[in-house]
């Protein structure tokens, strides 16, 4: 932060010439030139404009932008230039003031350069005029001073100080004025400064002196009159009237005005103040007003008068229309009146004179109405016919009124009359009967569908309720089958219908106005009721027992297309519900057999063959064709032979055969995966006792010991007699020593099967009770391994 080092104040005049010498600001300020050139000084001025420099090499400070004292200061006083001298290295700064002073460069002016004044020569003496002041933008003694006028005949300066330090200036009359010996007067005013050398600034004063008034208007004769159409337009000239005056120039200047106050003259009429022409301002009526007098005056411009009349006639033209009034009318009339009923009556008025005055009316054609005259523009609309509310609830009756005049004028009015309803109609239903569908096991309360009546008259008279006339169905009242909404007419479901139990039912419905008396129709309704695919298909050959079998008997002789039986199968539903298609869904052998997709029969498909398994099992999947389709299994038991004996053999325990399962597949592949665990680790067994035995062999051949047979613990020997169908045999090849190599064999003569079970003890009675388990019919299939 640097502070203030100094200070110093100049004083120059204005208007000095660029690169004028200010001051010596180094010896003002006790600076070496050297100083302010290495400390880069420098003016900062701030935001203001920069009218002076500094010349760093002289260490002065010259005039860098010419001075005007008037465009920087105004009026303000003194006038000053401030601004800093800044250093740096180290940093200082020093503060200049510098005074600008006056120079009388500017003369006195006048806005306007003449002003001119028309004065009677019958002014007063004193009489006052203001004149403009003069403006110098000086300052002090260079300001204005004072001011002269030239010549001084007639008039006198006299000055007034105001407020502001300014004068007013006024021009004041000290001698009569005489037009006939001067007419025109020319003065000059001068404003004087006080500078030196003296400026001055002059405005010339031009007067006119006016005639004194000595003769008044007069009027060429008294009265005018004139005449004009109640249809003329704006500006149309009613006559003229003329003055004169002796007098010259502005005292024989004539204006014309008019002077009616108590009556409209002034805003129907207009006189031009210069030629005396009355013209036409306003819209003139004859009906309301068919004379206007008008007074008109004539002035000069010294105040003396003179008047006159003006009788203006209005002449009638046909411009108004008949005007129709309504004296008495009906809105609403029964549809049950009789003939000249009245239902309005009517005056027609026309203010126009004459045959403009003459009026015709008439009414719209094709309407049950009539228009009679019964006196002097007095008419009276009455019927002319029977009414009917449900043809035109309503009529618009057009009434035309027109006169006589040229052209012909016409106006109308359109009377709305409204037919009141009278109950001479019945509902009507828009069929003459009704028929729908509901879809069986519906939910009760379910809306059918919607019968609609319509009445042709209004209101409560067409107020239509809707009733259930009672009848039955099958001996039960119809309102515990369908109900009836009274204001809507919809028909609900009171219960839930089945299709197997009733296909159609029909009873009546009636539709009730609310008339006094009422009047009602009715119409039949049927409901038909849809088949919905509620019931699966019903198998009734072959019956299915749970005691006994039934089997079907195919000889092994039977050619291909033989017929074993047919599956016969019913379904209650209807239509593509009860369309039934049979597909064979398992088989004991499906190349064998094939069912009728449409009839049900089974028949084979190729030759029986010897090779073809007795007992053969068929499921058979009925199926409907509803949706979603429901459906019904049988099975089919067939029995490949060609003779009882050999059937029944084979069937002695068919019935304990166990029944195909859905998840067959998945058993498959569980045994499947099973054994094959099974199989590696009866490999990774025989492996290991192979590597045992021939280590054990490597031990004996070097003890020289003998060779025990060795047989594992939990085996035994029994009969070819188990589940499995085959009977493995065994050699077994003995040695006294094994360091010699021949080998005796020797055959099991019972052709024994060693079977290892698992659980170390009774081998033999578990596999019998798996024999037991497995001829049960309904027992799940065990599958048991052994290791041999």
């Known amino acids: 932060l640097a502070d203030l080092f100094g200070q110093v104040s100049y004083s120059i005049s204005e208007e000095m010439a660029q690169g004028s010498l200010v001051g010596n600001i180094a010896q003002d300020l006790g600076l070496d030139v050297k100083r302010l050139r290495l400390g880069n000084a420098r003016v900062y001025s701030g935001d203001s404009r920069e009218y002076i420099e500094l010349n760093s090499e002289r260490g002065v400070l010259l005039i860098k932008e010419r001075i005007d004292r008037e465009a920087l200061c105004g009026d303000t006083t003194p006038c000053a230039v401030h601004f800093q001298i800044v250093l740096e290295n180290p940093m200082e700064f020093y503060s200049v003031t510098v005074e600008i002073t006056d120079i009388n460069d500017n003369a006195p002016t006048f806005e306007k350069s003449e002003i001119k004044f028309i004065i009677s020569e019958s002014a007063v003496v004193g009489a006052k005029f203001d004149l403009e002041r003069a403006v110098d933008l000086d300052v002090g003694i260079n300001s204005l001073q004072s001011y002269v006028l030239k010549p001084s005949d007639n008039f006198l300066l006299k000055l007034h100080n105001q407020a502001d330090g300014t004068k007013n200036v006024e021009m004041v009359l000290q001698k009569p004025l005489d037009r006939e010996k001067n007419e025109f007067i020319s003065l000059a005013l001068t404003a004087l400064d006080g500078g030196e050398p003296q400026m001055s600034g002059t405005m010339q004063i031009l007067i006119t002196v006016l005639d004194a008034n000595d003769n008044a208007p007069v009027f060429t004769q008294p009265i005018y009159k004139g005449t004009v159409a109640e249809n003329a337009a704006k500006g149309t000239i009613v006559t003229t009237v003329t003055a004169s005056d002796a007098d010259h120039g502005l005292n024989g200047k004539i204006t014309y005005s008019i002077t009616n106050t108590l009556d409209d003259v002034r805003h129907m009429f207009d006189v ?23 007074n008109v005056r004539a002035r000069d411009n010294g105040g003396l008068t003179d008047s006159c009349k003006v009788i203006v006639d209005v002449v009638d033209i046909n411009d108004n229309e008949p005007t129709i009034k309504i004296m008495s009318k009906s809105a609403i009339i029964s549809e049950s009146a009789n003939p ?70 016409s106006s109308s009015v359109t009377l709305t009359l409204q037919i009141s309803d009278v109950n001479d109609n019945a509902p009507v239903f828009e069929r003459s009967s009704y028929e729908a569908y509901i879809v069986e096991n519906n939910t009760p309360g379910l809306s059918i569908f919607t019968v609609k009546a319509r009445d042709a008259d209004w209101n409560q008279n067409a107020r239509v309720s809707y009733i259930l006339e009672d009848s039955s169905v099958n001996g039960v009242p119809v309102s515990s089958y369908v109900s009836v909404s009274a204001d809507s007419g919809v028909i609900h479901a009171v219960r839930s219908f ?58 092994r002789s039977a050619d291909v297309g033989y017929l074993v039986t047919k599956v016969v199968a019913v379904d209650v539903d209807s239509g593509q519900n009860a369309w039934l298609s049979y597909k064979l869904q398992k088989a004991t052998d499906r190349a064998l057999f094939e069912v009728g997709l449409q009839n049900g029969e089974i028949r084979t498909i ?5 090779k073809d398994a007795v007992k053969q099992r068929l499921t058979v999947i009925v199926e409907d064709n509803g949706q979603p389709s429901r459906s019904a299994t049988v099975i089919v038991n067939v029995a490949v032979a060609d003779s009882f004996p050999e059937v029944l053999s084979e069937f002695t325990d068919f019935t304990h055969d166990k029944e195909y399962n859905d998840n067959l597949t998945f058993y498959l592949v569980l045994a499947l995966a099973v054994v094959s665990f099974l199989f590696i680790t009866c490999l990774v067994v025989i492996i290991s006792v192979k590597i045992y035995r021939w280590r054990q062999s490597r031990i004996l051949y070097h003890s020289n010991l003998p060779v025990i047979p060795y047989y594992p613990p939990r085996y035994s020997d029994t009969l070819g007699t188990g589940t499995l169908q085959h009977v493995y045999n065994y050699e077994v090849c003995r040695t006294t020593d094994s360091r ?35 001829d049960e019919p309904d027992s799940p299939l065990e599958v048991r391994m052994l290791q041999f």
């Open 272 to 294: 031009n103040e210069d030629s005396g022409e009355v013209r036409l301002t306003g819209h003139l009526d004859y009906e309301k007003k068919r004379t206007f007098q008008i």
């Open 740 to 774: 010699k190599s021949d080998c005796k064999f020797g055959r099991a003569g019972s052709q024994n099967v060693l079977i290892m079970d698992p659980s170390s003890t009774g081998t033999m009675q578990r596999i019998q009770s798996e024999k037991n388990i497995l």
């Open 498 to 555: 089945d299709y197997e139990q009733i296909k159609d039912f029909h009873f009546r419905v009636k539709a009730q106005d609310g008339g006094s008396p009422p009047l009602s129709s009715n119409v039949t309704v049927k409901i038909l009721i849809q088949d919905q695919n509620d019931n699966p298909p019903q198998v009734l050959y072959p019956v299915q027992t749970g005691g006994s079998l039934v089997a079907e008997m195919v000889p």
């Open 340 to 409: 000249n009923t009245v239902v309005t009556m009517i005056n027609i008025q026309d203010p126009d004179s004459g045959e403009n005055g003459k009026v015709q009316c008439f009414i719209n054609d094709n309407i049950p109405f009539v228009l009679k005259s019964t006196s002097n523009n007095f008419y009276s609309l009455v019927t002319d016919g029977e009414l009917d509310r449900e043809r035109a609830s309503e009529y618009n009756i057009t009434v035309s009124c027109s006169d006589e005049g040229v052209p012909s004028l």
């Open 606 to 610: 190729r030759q029986v063959t010897d």
